[in-house]
C-alpha cells in the first residue's frame, strides 16, 4: 500500500502534464465597472446576470475550463467612482481585466489608467468619437458595443443612396453624461466629411422649458432632420413639425434611439392626451435609426435566463420590447473574446498580465457572440449592423424595419416593408422665414466662447453651431449660464478638454 501511492502519483503526473500545458489555467480578476441604480440601462443588476451566463459557458468549454474569472464590481456612477475605485488598488491587486465603464467621463479617465497600467479594458460603451485615437491614452480600449462613428456610417449610406445634402441636427444636452452630444459628434464628424452641410440646435430638457415650435422654425432649407432627445421631447419636435407641414414633402425626419427599445416602435406615439391622434400622424414620418438585433438558437436560452434574473432583481421587463440590451450581449462577448484572445497570446508563451498583446489580440478579430457574429476592427471597435424602423401602416400605427446598414461590408439592405415614397423630397425645403428676434453678435459670440470651451478641440462643430442656428436657444441659456459658469462648469470644461484632445 505505502509503495502503491507514489506510484498512482507518479502515473497520474505522467498523464497530466501533457494536458496541463496545453489547457488554460489561470485566475483572472475581473473588475466589473458599472453604476448601481437601475436607471440606467447598464446598471449592474441588469448586466451582471449576462456576465455569469459568460463565465458558464466558458467553464462548459473544454478549451477554457481552466479559466477562473473572479468577478469584483465597483460602483462605477457616472462620474470618478469608478477612477477611484481603479486607483485605491494596491499593485499587487491591480486587475487583470477591466469590464466598463460605460458612461463617456468615467470611461475616459479609468480607461486612461488601465492603460497606463496595462491593463485591458473592454467596454459595451465608451462610444463617443474622442476614444477612436487609441493611442496614446486609450491604447488598451477595446469597444464591443458599436460607436456613434459607427452608427453614423447608416446615415452616411442613407444619405448616399438618397441623394440627400443638407442635415439638420437637433439634440439634448444635459452637459452631464452628454449621450445625445456624443451621438450627434458622430453624425455631424461623419457628414462633414461627407460634405453634408448640416445645421443644429441644442435643448436642454433637464435645465429648461424646449420651445419645440421654436426650433422646428429653424429647420426650413434643410431637407434632413436627426434628432436625438427623450422621446418626449421627440414627440413635441414631431407634433410641431406636423402642424406646420413640414413632414410631408418638404423634410425627411429621422430619430436616434440606440439602446431603449420601448422608446420607439409601436405605441410609441401615445401618451393618452389629447394630442394622440396627432402624434400617431406626425409619427407616420418619423424615422428611427436603431442597432440591428440578430438573434439565434442559442439567443433564446440566454434571453430566458436573463428576464428570470430581470424579474428576481424586480426589475421591469415591457412585454412586445425586448428585455434583452446591447449591453447585456455586449460584457457577455467581452469575456469570450477576453478569453479567446488570453488563450492565444499564452500559446505563445506570454501570460495574462500582457495586457497591450492581448488588447490588440481581440482587435481585427471576428468571432461568435452570444446574438450573432461579432466583428472588431482594427481600431479594436466592433463594427455595427443598423436598423430604420417606421411606421408601415398609418391606420394601426404598426411599425416595421424598412432599412438595415452593416457596417462590416458597408452594404445597405432594403426590406420588403420598405416604400421609395416615404425618402423621397417632393419639394425644395422652403428658405427659412426671416426671425425678426435674431441675437445678434453679441450673444452668439459669448455663448460661442463658453460652449466652444465645453466641446474643446470640436470647434467646428461649435462654430457652425453658434454661427448659425443657435438664437432659438441661446437667448433663453445664456443668462443662467453665466451664473452658472463660475461654479461646476470650470472643472466640467477641463475634464472635456483634456478627455477629448483628440478628437
Ligand atoms: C437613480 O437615478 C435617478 C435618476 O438619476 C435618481 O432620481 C435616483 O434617486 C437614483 N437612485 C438611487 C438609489 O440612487
Ligand atoms: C426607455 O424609454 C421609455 C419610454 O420612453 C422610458 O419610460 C424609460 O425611462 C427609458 N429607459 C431608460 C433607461 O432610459
Ligand atoms: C486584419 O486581419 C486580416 C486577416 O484576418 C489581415 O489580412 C489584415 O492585415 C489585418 N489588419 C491589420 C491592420 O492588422
Ligand atoms: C453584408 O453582410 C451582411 C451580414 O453580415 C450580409 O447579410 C450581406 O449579404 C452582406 N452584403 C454584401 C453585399 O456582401
Not at 251 to 270: A, M, V
Not at 383 to 401: A, I, L, Q, Y
Request: proline share 4%; charged share 25%; hydrophobic share 40%.
Amino acid at each position: 500500500m505505502s509503495c502503491f501511492m507514489p506510484l498512482c502519483l507518479s502515473i497520474w503526473a505522467v498523464l497530466m502534464v501533457p494536458g496541463r500545458t496545453s489547457a488554460l489555467n489561470d485566475n483572472i480578476e475581473v473588475m466589473v465597472m458599472l453604476p448601481r441604480n437601475n436607471t440606467y440601462l447598464f446598471s449592474y443588476t441588469r448586466v451582471f446576470p449576462a456576465i455569469e451566463y459568460a463565465k458558464k459557458a466558458l467553464r462548459e468549454a473544454d478549451a477554457y475550463a481552466g479559466l477562473r474569472f473572479n468577478v469584483r464590481f465597483e460602483n462605477s456612477a457616472c462620474g470618478m467612482d469608478a477612477l477611484y475605485a481603479l486607483v485605491d488598488r494596491q499593485k499587487d491587486e491591480r486587475p487583470d481585466l477591466v469590464l466598463g465603464p460605460v458612461c463617456e467621463y468615467a470611461a475616459s479617465s479609468v480607461t486612461r489608467v488601465a492603460s497606463h497600467w496595462n491593463i485591458p479594458v473592454i467596454s459595451a460603451g465608451a462610444l463617443a468619437t474622442g476614444f477612436n485615437s487609441k493611442t496614446p491614452e486609450y491604447s488598451h480600449l477595446t469597444r464591443i458595443a458599436p460607436t456613434y462613428l459607427k452608427m453614423a456610417e447608416t446615415f452616411q449610406a442613407i444619405f448616399g443612396h438618397f441623394g440627400w445634402r443638407t442635415a439638420y441636427l437637433i439634440y439634448d444636452d444635459d452637459k452631464d453624461e452628454r449621450n445625445c452630444y456624443f451621438t450627434m459628434e458622430g453624425v455631424f464628424t461623419v457628414l462633414s466629411e461627407y460634405h453634408i452641410s448640416t445645421d443644429f440646435a441644442v435643448l436642454n430638457s433637464n435645465e429648461e422649458r424646449v420651445d419645440p415650435d421654436g426650433i422646428i422654425t429653424s429647420v426650413y432649407g434643410s431637407e434632413v432632420v436627426i434628432m436625438c432627445s427623450k422621446a418626449d421631447i421627440v414627440r413635441d419636435l414631431m407634433l410641431a413639425a406636423h402642424r406646420r407641414k413640414l413632414t410631408s414633402d418638404s423634410h425627411i425626419f429621422f430619430n436616434i434611439e440606440l439602446f431603449n427599445s420601448s422608446s420607439y416602435g409601436d405605441g410609441s406615439w401615445r401618451r393618452r392626451d389629447k394630442y394622440d391622434d396627432e402624434a400617431r400622424a406626425a409619427y407616420s414620418f418619423l424615422n428611427t435609426v436603431t442597432l440591428l438585433r440578430s438573434t439565434k438558437p442559442e439567443f433564446e436560452d440566454f434571453s430566458i435566463e436573463m428576464k428570470k434574473s430581470l424579474q428576481q432583481s424586480n426589475i421591469p421587463i415591457c412585454e412586445d420590447c425586448s428585455a434583452v440590451n446591447m449591453f447585456m450581449e455586449g460584457f457577455h462577448d467581452a469575456l469570450l473574446l477576453y478569453a479567446i484572445a488570453l488563450r492565444e497570446v499564452k500559446s505563445k508563451g506570454l501570460t495574462k498580465k500582457n495586457g497591450l498583446e492581448i488588447t490588440h489580440s481581440m482587435w481585427n478579430r471576428t468571432f461568435e457572440g452570444i446574438a450573432g457574429q461579432v466583428s472588431l476592427d482594427a481600431n479594436g471597435d466592433r463594427n455595427g449592423d443598423f436598423s430604420v424602423v417606421r411606421m408601415t401602416d398609418p391606420e394601426s400605427g404598426k411599425h416595421e424595419t424598412v432599412m438595415n446598414y452593416f457596417g462590416t461590408n458597408g452594404s445597405f439592405q432594403i426590406l420588403p416593408g420598405f416604400k421609395r415614397e416615404w425618402f423621397s423630397l417632393r419639394t425644395i425645403p422652403p428658405p427659412k422665414p426671416l426671425d425678426p428676434s435674431s441675437g445678434g453678435l453679441g450673444v452668439s459670440a459669448v455663448t460661442g466662447i463658453i460652449v466652444g470651451g465645453i466641446l474643446g478641440t470640436a470647434l467646428l462643430l461649435a462654430f457652425y453651431f453658434f454661427r448659425k442656428n443657435y438664437r432659438i436657444t441661446i437667448e433663453r441659456r445664456t443668462l443662467r449660464e453665466e451664473c452658472d459658469i463660475g461654479k461646476h462648469r470650470q472643472l466640467r470644461e477641463d475634464s472635456i478638454r483634456s478627455n477629448f484632445s483628440a478628437a
